[in-house]
Nanobody, 118 residues
Framework: QVQLVESGGGLVQPGGSLRLSCVAS??????????MNWYRQAPGEERELVAS????????KYADSVKGRFTISRDDAEKSVYLQMNSLKPEDTSVYYC?????????WGQGTPVTVSS
C-alpha cells in the first residue's frame, strides 16, 4: 500500500523559511519512476498545485505565487521529495500535501500545516 508521510511544517514569522519533507513507501516501481508534487489547501479554499518535479530529468514547475521563493527537490535513494520555502508570507499559510499518481490512482499524504504569522 502506497503511503506518503510529510513533515517539517510549523509556525514561522513572515520572511522566514521552512523545509518540508515527504517520504514514500509501498511503491510498486522505483520512486524515481514517479513525478512528485506538492499541493496546499487553505481553509475554505480549493487545493492548489504548488510545485512539481518530474521523474528522471527532474524538471520543476511552480505556481506563480511561489516562483523564486520555493524550491522542490528529490532524493530517489531516500524515496523523498522536499519543498524548501523561503521568504514566507502570511498568504502561504496552508496545509501542505505531498502527492503522486500511479496507474492505480492518486495518493496523498496526511498533510503538514504551515502557519506564517508574526
Amino acid at each position: 500500500q502506497v503511503q506518503l508521510v510529510e513533515s517539517g511544517g510549523g509556525l514561522v514569522q513572515p520572511g522566514g523559511s521552512l523545509r518540508l519533507s515527504c517520504v514514500a513507501s509501498g511503491l510498486t516501481f522505483s520512486f524515481g519512476s514517479y513525478n512528485m508534487n506538492w499541493y496546499r489547501q487553505a481553509p475554505g479554499e480549493e487545493r492548489e498545485l504548488v510545485a512539481s518535479i518530474s521523474n528522471t530529468d527532474e524538471i520543476t514547475k511552480y505556481a506563480d505565487s511561489v516562483k523564486g521563493r520555493f524550491t522542490i527537490s528529490r532524493d530517489d535513494a531516500e524515496k523523498s521529495v522536499y519543498l524548501q520555502m523561503n521568504s514566507l508570507k502570511p498568504e502561504d499559510t496552508s496545509v501542505y500535501y505531498c502527492h503522486l499518481r500511479t496507474i492505480t490512482g492518486d495518493y496523498w499524504g496526511q498533510g503538514t500545516p504551515v502557519t506564517v504569522s508574526s
